[in-house]
């Protein structure tokens, strides 16, 4: 628990918070160039797409940092 009195954590908490911010930004500027170029029947299907594989990846990151946060102290019977 010392590391949460780290301010060096605490600023590469923030950096990263910051870089996943804008790297997001980015992202979603950069599918609506993409998807402004399309017809307009198909920017509805791609939107869906997009973001239903967005979720399913944030998803996944969520679920990979949980995992690796819990550790079994006994083996399972």
Same mark, same amino acid.
């Given at each position: 628990m010392? !590391?949460?009195a780290s301010?060096?954590?605490? !600023?590469?908490l923030l950096t990263l918070t910051v870089l996943e911010i804008v790297l997001g930004i980015d992202n979603v500027v950069f599918i609506a160039i993409l998807a402004g170029k399309l017809p307009v029947a198909h920017r509805y299907i791609y939107f869906a797409m997009v973001f239903s594989v967005f979720v399913e990846v944030l998803n996944l990151r969520l679920l990979a940092r949980t995992t690796r946060e819990v550790v079994l102290r006994q083996p399972i019977r």
């Open positions: 010392e !590391i949460l301010p060096e954590a605490w !600023i590469s």
